[in-house]
């Protein structure tokens, strides 16, 4: 069960961190992910961390977004800086355990087998 926080209401230009909790003994297996739905749009991969710490961005998003994880906490984070108001979406997280071809997939929905229940961001203007 992934545990997605730390949405809410923020003008634009500030800043959030989204949380996702991942409860269990082996989150240090789990290559995770965030993903985004803004309304009427389709879900979109935002940024990927694998289990190496290596970093994806989404273009659309590099330069103000960060993923990390803390496998202590077996928690996630994706830290939003400069928030836009096309920003403004449902932010899910996803785990995926495969270990193969995750350089080249790793924004693809179908690889996450886990999902989170989202989390919603809301930016004014």
């Known amino acids: 069960q992934l545990q997605a926080s730390g949405g809410g209401l923020v003008q634009a230009g500030g800043s959030l961190r989204l949380s996702c909790a991942a409860p269990?003994?082996?989150?240090?297996?789990?290559?995770m992910a965030w993903f985004r739905q803004a309304p009427g749009k389709e879900r979109e991969f935002v940024a990927a961390?694998?289990?190496?710490?290596?970093?994806y961005y989404a273009e659309s998003v590099k330069g103000r977004l960060t993923i990390s994880r803390d496998n202590a906490k077996n928690t996630v984070y994706l830290q939003v800086n400069s928030l836009k108001p096309e920003d403004t979406a449902v932010y899910y997280c996803?785990?995926?355990?495969?270990?193969?071809?995750?350089?080249?997939?790793?924004?693809?929905?179908?690889?996450?087998?886990?999902w989170g229940q989202g989390t919603q961001v809301t930016v004014s203007s």
């Open positions: 996803a785990a995926d355990q495969r270990p193969y071809y995750y350089t080249t997939s790793y924004d693809l929905q179908s690889r996450y087998a886990y």
């Open positions: 269990g003994r082996t989150f240090s297996t789990y290559n």
């Open positions: 961390i694998s289990t190496d710490g290596t970093t």
